[in-house]
């Protein structure tokens, strides 16, 4: 039997033990996280949600308002790879075969009548199929066709996902990695490779593998749902789970199981996992000079940070290590820059995770004067800086010392009034 989940506590307190840090932090968001280890699906979704306590009776009741005929749904427990699971399954009573252009579809879902949210959200999601489906096939936005995705079934497995996700009261979505899977596909347009043209064009910028699937583990439709609703992708951030769903798919291989785990419980907000990539270099015979400007360029180009490491290399020759952190869009012009303007002939780049503390920019009445200071915030942590220039013009007009200045700044940062937020 399905259990209701878990009343939620807003503004409880927790402690984390986090990368070999202690932190207490100030639990505020509502948050579910997508463990896609065996790839995610419409049937995945629905099914994990309903495990995790969304009642299919409600479910199928607020999917009326879709207006749309011609289908039931149903949940049982099933196992896969030893797993227990649930799946959810959307049974088509009338079988005709439907293309909708998106004018069609975009019709169905305004005149709904569903929550304003759940609309913008369903939008989104379909525009994300259509627009991947007309950069596949060459076709204008206007007049691609959905077959397959426009059918009754793929209607319910996006909107049964968005809605389940607002029964059971989610502020943010995060994901893991997807696991792709391998093979063929059968599609209306024939036998495609594994992941399906649309699936690969959907999950452009998200952190993606194959691993130990012969059949398709994501599908397009699962692919927009957490592209759409994902905030970040990587591992699990600090977090206090309450309640698993795991929702099984159609098929059950024995070398690991089909399904797709969602953890649900509580979030700090300000902890979003961000995906970046880091470019680098090693050069041993360029004049120092230049990594000023190589700097500088890479910074206009966009770069998120630039260093230089000091390293000994091969017959214990000096050199130095050009590091570049940057988007995964930006790698390309990034590794321009580097190899037109230093002596490398070669980068290596990767993907990193990161956690970023929330950040603004006050400026701040001081003694001495306005002074812009940072703070940050994660959790209970706090911190605040104030900008060198800003305490740097002071020290010369006043002929105090830079030192006293920041340290006064910072000071009068935590009790004097905000003078503006930047």
Known sequence: ???????????????????????????????????????????????????????????????????????????????????????????????????????????????????????????????????AEARVHGEAFNSIHLHELGAVDCFIDIFGTLLGLDLLGIEAVYASPINLGGGRVKTCHGTLPVPAPATTELLKGVPVYADNGTFEMTTPTGAALIKTLARGFGGLPPFVPETIGTGAGGKDPESMPNVLRIMIGAAEQAAPADRVTVIETNIDDMNPQLC?????????????????????????????????????EDVTRMTGIILSETTSIGVRY?????????????????????????????????KSSPEYEDCKKIAEKSGIPLRNVMERSQRDAAVKPIIKRK
């Open 1 to 131: 039997m399905i259990q209701n989940t878990p009343a939620f506590c807003k503004a409880a307190e927790a402690d984390f033990l986090f990368r070999g840090f202690s932190y207490k932090i100030l639990i505020d968001m509502r948050t579910a996280y997508f463990d896609c280890f065996s790839g995610i699906s419409g049937d995945m979704c629905l099914g994990a949600l309903v495990d995790a306590g969304v009642p299919i009776e409600e479910l199928g009741r607020r999917l009326k308002k879709l207006k749309l005929k011609g289908y039931t749904l149903s949940a049982i427990k099933v196992k896969r790879a030893g797993i227990a699971a649930t799946k959810v399954d959307v049974h088509i009573t009338n079988g005709a075969a439907v293309q909708r252009k998106w004018k069609d579809v975009e019709k169905i879902i305004r005149a709904s009548g569903l929550p304003p949210a759940i609309t913008r959200q369903g939008l989104a999601v379909f525009r994300a199929l259509f627009e």
């Open 350 to 382: 990767y993907a990193a995770s990161r956690i970023l503390m929330e950040r603004e920019i006050r400026e701040v009445r001081t003694e001495h004067g306005p002074v812009r200071v940072k703070t940050s915030r994660y959790g209970a942590i706090r």
């Open 292 to 328: 000023e400007y190589v700097t500088e360029q890479l910074f206009r180009a966009g770069a998120l940070d630039v260093w230089l490491t000091q390293i000994m290399m091969k017959k214990m020759r000096p050199a130095v290590k050009l590091s570049v952190l940057c988007t995964q």
